[in-house]
């Protein structure tokens, strides 16, 4: 099994079987005092082990005024990012559909909007990878090289080739008018999602703050994980964007774990 990662970071023997976890990682989209004593602000990239532990915070440099949008967590040394504003990072002018990459301290333009075949209006607030052609969706309806796009479609991209529809929203029982704020696509094929507003998904209650699981061939979702059950101070968060950490670590699981 793999856990997750959001825009936000953190002897008796007894034979009990042992499973590997990837840490969740996430961003947030206000300021979050966590029950763990950490500040969790809006524009750093939060790792947890287990249930409410931060394993790190990664702070990629931005200024207080920056919000990130989407990510795709590579390591502790990558991050893949978009970012809610346009703005200036240093010598760059970043539109909120360019695509940038943090790595080791140096923020460098991955691919921009216009190159994805965005409208200038569009942003990107959901990605991930799969290999190497990037997994996103779009904060607006646009159309993208000719073809229609909903706000909670996933298109991909990789170099030399043109944006193209991957999964239509309907796939995964998402309302039409729900947002799709975050997204990951885990080694199952199946998509990790959170929305930006509470909505059923599948037939499937999500709340802010929820992480679901679509499988696409079944075309079934369920809850993943639910970090407002971290405590009140999660109450009203919602998620800005979810990764997943290729750094395993190692639980023991016993009778009282799913």
Same mark, same amino acid.
């Not at 140096?106 to 991930?128: M, N, R, Y």
């Given at each position: 099994? &793999? ?31 966590? +029950? ?13 082990? #287990?249930?409410?532990?931060? %394993? ?8 207080? +005024? ?8 590579? *390591? ?7 970012? =809610? ?15 940038? @990459?943090? &790595? *080791? ?13 965005? #409208? ?8 991930? &990878? ?15 090289? #000719? ?71 079944? &075309? ?14 999660? %109450? ?7 990764? @997943? ?7 023991? =699981? ?5």
């Amino acid at each position: 099994m &793999k856990r997750i990662i959001i825009t936000g970071l953190f002897t008796s023997t007894i034979l009990v079987p042992i499973i590997a976890f990837a840490q969740d990682v996430i961003s947030t989209d206000i300021l979050v005092d966590n +029950s763990t004593g950490s500040i969790i602000e809006d524009q750093v990239v939060v790792a947890f082990n #287990g249930v409410n532990t931060v %394993a790190n915070i990664t702070s990629l440099g931005l200024p207080s +005024s920056a919000d990130i949008a989407a990510l795709h967590y590579v *390591d502790t040394t990558t991050i893949l990012f978009t970012l =809610k504003s346009a703005g200036q990072l240093g010598p760059i002018a970043v539109g909120t559909s360019d695509v940038l @990459q943090w &790595k *080791d301290g140096d923020i460098t333009s991955i691919v921009t909007g216009a190159e994805l075949g965005l #409208g200038p209006a569009t942003g990107i607030d959901a990605l991930t &990878k799969n290999g190497d052609a990037l997994v996103f969706s779009i904060d607006i309806a646009d159309t993208v090289n #000719g073809i229609s796009i909903s706000h909670s479609d996933l298109l991909t991209w990789s170099t030399g080739s043109s944006a193209t529809l991957l999964l239509e929203e309907n796939v995964c029982g998402i309302p039409h008018e729900t947002d799709l704020s975050g997204v990951h696509l885990m080694n199952t094929g199946h998509y990790l999602m959170t929305f930006s507003s509470s909505a059923e998904v599948g037939g499937v209650l999500s709340r802010r703050g929820d992480i679901m699981e679509c499988d696409p061939n079944t &075309k079934t979702v369920t809850l993943y994980r639910r970090f407002s059950d971290l405590g009140d101070n999660w %109450a009203s968060v919602s998620l800005d964007a979810i990764s @997943q950490s290729a750094d395993d670590f190692i639980i023991f =699981k016993n009778g009282f774990e799913n």
